[in-house]
């Protein structure tokens, strides 16, 4: 996997994105860099796996609504209802 060191704004706000990925996934990484863009999420992350490999480890943005303390690929969330379909 290669490392990613990118960044996406919004109103004039840089939100660093960092993480690996396969470089076969560059869609998804284009993909989470407009999300960010669009300003509805402070900070955000995503995993993907394929048969129990990981092809995609992606987080970026900030994870205070002061842009101070940046999302790591460890910081914790809450994740209520997200397995409801």
């Known amino acids: 996997m290669n490392s990613v060191s990118s ?3 919004h109103r004039g706000i840089t ?3 960092a993480g690996e990925m396969d470089e ?3 869609p998804v990484l284009d993909a989470f860099i407009a ?3 669009r300003g509805e999420e402070n900070g955000a992350a995503v995993c ?3 048969d129990g490999h990981k092809v995609v480890d992606l987080w970026g943005g900030y ?3 002061t842009f101070r303390d940046r999302w790591e690929r460890d910081t ?3 994740t ?3 397995t409801k379909a």
């Open 7 to 9: 960044y996406a704004t």
């Open 15 to 17: 939100y660093p994105i």
């Open 24 to 26: 076969k996934f560059t």
């Open 35 to 37: 999300n960010v863009s």
């Open 48 to 50: 993907v796996e394929i």
């Open 63 to 65: 994870r205070d609504r």
């Open 76 to 78: 914790i969330v809450c």
């Open 80 to 82: 209520m209802s997200v």
